[in-house]
């Protein structure tokens, strides 16, 4: 029983397209994250929201847009594919902010490739 | 702006000895660090975290170390097995402003 899932596993599109990614969490956490792991393999936060509320939003481009529609989901949409984009992007859910443990539950990451 | 290093990409241990990973950091306000642990395929998975007001913290195996006046923490893993052969991530959380920060991984490879 996946605690935090995300779709696609795998997504090969062309540059300029627009894709999304989503993300369900089943722990029942307040806050879910989007990270985004780059070629030199370092994890980057890119966005979080805690009880479908907007909490960081890190210098991304805003082609990239998260949409929460309930706190067990927060999905990542990006517009106008760039080949920079190509990474690896985690969803995790946490039980509070990053404020007391930190324990994050990952998902298993969603590889997106922009040719 | 890397706030938490992991200076060694890959780490190579024989079985039975003691796996040492290091992690650096720069933000003197981080308050709690943790060890992450990632198999090929699959996301980070929590290790073991230890407080900015502690320096060491024993979980089986595991063994996080901190040296706050050095900016530095460490994870020893002894005996090291087969099966903790993975990427190890170093975090470290500031509790003002909600960040957490991971350092680029270590990979540890367990030889029999």
């Known amino acids: 029983d996946t605690a935090v899932s995300q779709t696609p596993k795998y997504l090969v599109t062309q540059m300029g397209n627009d894709k999304s990614i989503k993300c369900e969490q089943n722990?029942?956490?307040?806050?879910m994250y989007w990270y985004k792991q780059d070629s030199k393999k370092f994890l980057k936060i890119m966005f979080s929201?805690?009880?479908?509320?907007?909490?960081i939003n890190e210098t991304v481009p805003n082609r990239f847009s998260p949409k929460s529609p309930d706190k067990a989901h927060l999905n990542l949409h990006i517009n106008s594919l760039e080949l920079g984009d190509s990474a690896v992007y985690f969803c995790a859910s946490s039980q509070n902010l990053a404020g007391n443990t930190g324990e994050l539950f990952f998902g298993e990451g969603s590889r997106l490739t922009v040719l | 702006d890397q706030q938490v290093k992991q200076n060694s990409p890959s780490l190579s241990v024989q079985e039975g000895r003691i796996s040492i990973l290091n992690c650096d950091y720069t933000n003197s306000m981080f308050d709690y660090f943790l060890w992450y642990k990632k198999y090929p395929a699959e996301g980070p998975t929590f290790l073991i975290s230890i407080s900015s007001i502690k320096d060491k913290n024993e979980d089986g195996r595991f063994t996080v170390f901190l040296n706050k006046s050095a900016k530095h923490l460490s994870l020893h893993i002894v005996p090291s097995q087969p099966g903790d052969s993975a990427v190890y991530f170093c975090a470290a959380i500031s509790y003002n402003n909600n960040d957490m920060r991971f350092g680029a991984g270590t990979r540890l490879t367990v030889k029999p």
């Open positions: 929201y805690n009880n479908k509320e907007l909490i």
């Open positions: 722990l029942g956490h307040d806050t």
